[in-house]
């Protein structure tokens, strides 16, 4: 690919065009096929969202969480249930 970055003349529509079709490219989350245009979008993605949307879930209301500490509050104040070993198997699937 070559392109001069000296005449953004009248030919910059077109050039600019046929710079972004040969810069389409997509980086894909291999867990959930989300795919971004940047590499590091998929890294933060792959760290802060993918594979940690089902990991806790209430299973009174069906509720997810990110974290436990999130779960365990939501399970005490919301359901009233103490988080104590019995309830370990509310928070783990
Ligand atoms: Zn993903
Ligand atoms: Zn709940």
């Not at 997810?64 to 699937?93: C, D, E, W, Y």
Request: contains cysteine.
């Amino acid at each position: 690919m070559w392109l001069r970055r000296d005449d953004r003349g009248q030919r910059s529509a077109t050039r600019q065009g046929m710079e972004d079709q040969f810069n389409e490219t997509r980086f894909f989350c291999e867990t959930c096929g989300k795919s971004y245009k940047w590499k590091e979008s998929l890294f933060k993605h792959k760290r802060v969202e993918c594979g940690k949307l089902p990991q806790f879930t209430c299973k009174v209301c069906g509720y997810r969480f990110m974290h436990k500490h999130h779960l365990v509050k939501h399970l005490t104040s919301i359901h009233r249930i103490a988080p104590l070993n019995g309830t370990s198997m509310l928070i783990f699937q």
